[in-house]
């Protein structure tokens, strides 16, 4: 199969041609059109510095249905204990850099400076959103992602302490299942989030839920406890 260079169209080919990587698409850019497009079908940007633009949709794909979500024992009884507090939407940009910021092994991410600008813009518009996770005042952790109807699209997490990207993505499942959301992708496989309910599915059924999850309107701007989740 080839790989399909993109025009200055935001439109892609069917997810479908992707090449068995998960590979569709090279080029194009990061506007906010091309990239809701692009969710939009199931294919989304991922690249390093230096790289052009590429574009996946990997089969098998890698999600969380809201009654999937599993709490290990050791994580319940951290929650209970009521340490860390979470937000929607309000240090949106503090999460991005958490996101970019070296790991502990020393490696960078993939989040370039390109990518990181195309999201802040998706948050500004009202379809990118961020959860922070906080001890007091400082922030120790969090996630964000786009949501399009009633799926949310994982993009990255970050942890500044342990157990701070898990308590994250537990607060934005039970809060996205009490907002009526179908689908979160997660993308690719991860053991981190496979602990906590996520699998793998063919990508055929990723599609199909995708489909029903965008049939419901998506809720264009910030995200509020209590408020549009609640």
């Not at 194009?28 to 633009?53: H, K, N, T, V």
């Not at 999460?95 to 600008?117: D, L």
């Not at 990118?128 to 964000?144: D, I, P, Q």
Request: hydrophobic share 45%; net charge positive.
């Amino acid at each position: 199969m080839p790989v399909f260079y993109l025009n200055p169209s935001p439109l892609f080919p069917p997810p479908e041609l992707s090449l068995p990587n998960g590979l569709l698409a090279i080029g194009g850019d990061l506007s906010p059109e091309r990239l809701l497009m692009a969710y939009s079908q199931g294919i989304f940007p991922w690249f390093g510095e230096g790289d052009p633009i590429l574009w996946w949709s990997p089969d098998p794909r890698f999600i969380i249905l809201p009654a999937w979500l599993h709490l290990p024992r050791s994580l319940r009884q951290y929650l209970k204990k009521n340490i860390l507090s979470c937000s929607f939407d309000r240090a949106f940009e503090a999460v991005i850099a958490g996101c970019r910021a070296p790991r502990k092994n020393g490696e960078g991410t993939w989040i370039t400076e390109e990518m990181a600008s195309a999201y802040i813009q998706l948050h500004e518009l009202g379809f990118a959103h961020s959860v922070e996770v906080w001890e007091g005042t400082n922030l120790v952790g969090g996630l964000y992602g786009v949501s399009l109807g009633k799926c949310f699209f994982g993009e990255s997490m970050f942890s500044r302490i342990p157990q701070a990207s898990k308590v994250a993505f537990v607060f934005l499942i039970e809060k996205l299942a009490t907002a009526g959301f179908h689908l979160i992708d997660c993308q690719i496989y991860s053991h981190h989030l496979h602990l906590l309910g996520a699998r793998n599915v063919e990508r055929s059924v990723f599609l199909k839920l995708l489909k029903r999850a965008l049939a419901k309107p998506t809720h264009q701007g910030k995200w509020c406890v209590p408020g549009v989740l609640l």
